[in-house]
C-alpha cells in the first residue's frame, strides 16, 4: 500500500502517553503517539512517507487526528496540555501555520494548550527560517519541545537558539539512573539550564521506581514513562 493510501484511508490512530508533575502527584498532559495496525513500527510510516515525498501529508494528518481524538475524549482542563510530535519540514511547509489553526478552531482547542514537540530524527537545514517560524508560533500562543535530547540531531546551538519550553531528556539518561553517577551528573547540568533560562526539564523513559527515586532526589519535576503511566486509549491513562 503506497503512503497516500494510508493517509487517505487513515489506517492509522493515537495511544496517549501521560506526564506527570512529580511535585504535585499530578498529570501535565499527554503525549500522542501513533500507532497502526499496519506496521508494528510507527518510524517505519514516516520513513516511506519521506521517500514517496508524502511526510508533510502523513505527518499534518496524524496531528490533525491526534487533536481529533484528544478533544473527543472529553478533554477539558484535568487533560492538560497535548504535547504533538512533529517534523521540523512540517514546521516549515507554508500550509502548516493556516492548517493548524483551522483545525484547532474546530476542535475548539486552545493553542496554549498545545506543545509541538520538534523531532530529533531529521535535520534541521534553515536554522533561521525555522527559528522565525517558531517565534511566529510561539506569538499564536503555541508552547515549543526539543525532544530525544542528547540524541539524533539535537546540540547545544539548537537548544540555545530555538529557546523551547520544554527539553525532553532521551530515555537512554533515566534507564538505570539508579546506577550511574555520570547520568545522574549529566541531568544535573541540563536542570540548572533549565532553571536558569526558564525552560522546563522532562525525563523520558522512567520503567522502574528506583529510577523515579532518583529522578526526584535530583529534583526533576516532569517525568514520563511505563512507571507513570503506559501508552493507551486516553480515558485509560491513568496514575499507577
Do not use: W
Not at 494528518?61 to 484528544?70: G, L, P, V
Not at 475548539?108 to 530529533?120: A, G, K, M, P, T
Amino acid at each position: 500500500m503506497s503512503i497516500n493510501s494510508f493517509v487517505q484511508t487513515e489506517q492509522f490512530f493515537h495511544f496517549f502517553q501521560p506526564i506527570f508533575d512529580l511535585e504535585k502527584s499530578r498529570k501535565v498532559g499527554y503525549e500522542a503517539l501513533l500507532r497502526t495496525k499496519a506496521y508494528p513500527n510507527p518510524e517505519i510510516i514516516f520513513q516511506m512517507a519521506k521517500k514517496e515525498n508524502q511526510l508533510y501529508e502523513m505527518d499534518s494528518r496524524s496531528i490533525q487526528k491526534a487533536i481529533s481524538s484528544f478533544r473527543m475524549a472529553g478533554s477539558t482542563s484535568e487533560y492538560g496540555r497535548l504535547f504533538l510530535n512533529i517534523f521540523p519540514s512540517t514546521i516549515l511547509n507554508s500550509s502548516f501555520p493556516s492548517f493548524l489553526d483551522r483545525i484547532l478552531a474546530d476542535s475548539n482547542l486552545d493553542h496554549q494548550r498545545v506543545v509541538l514537540e520538534i523531532s530529533e530524527s531529521e535535520i534541521i537545514e534553515d536554522v533561521i527560517s525555522f527559528k522565525k517560524r517558531l517565534s511566529e508560533l510561539r506569538r499564536d500562543g503555541f508552547l515549543i519541545a526539543m525532544d530525544d535530547i542528547g540524541t539524533g540531531y539535537s546540540s547545544v546551538e539548537s537548544i540555545i537558539e530555538f529557546e523551547p519550553d520544554y527539553l525532553k531528556l532521551d530515555r537512554y539518561f533515566a534507564q538505570d539512573l539508579h546506577k550511574s553517577q555520570k547520568k545522574q551528573e549529566f541531568i544535573s547540568v541540563f536542570k540548572n539550564f533549565c532553571e536558569k533560562t526558564k525552560s522546563q526539564l522532562i525525563l523520558e523513559g522512567v520503567e522502574v521506581e528506583e529510577e523515579l527515586q532518583v529522578a526526584k532526589a535530583l529534583g526533576i519535576s516532569i517525568a514520563q514513562g511505563y512507571f507513570l503511566g503506559k501508552p493507551a486509549v486516553l480515558k485509560n491513562c491513568l496514575l499507577i
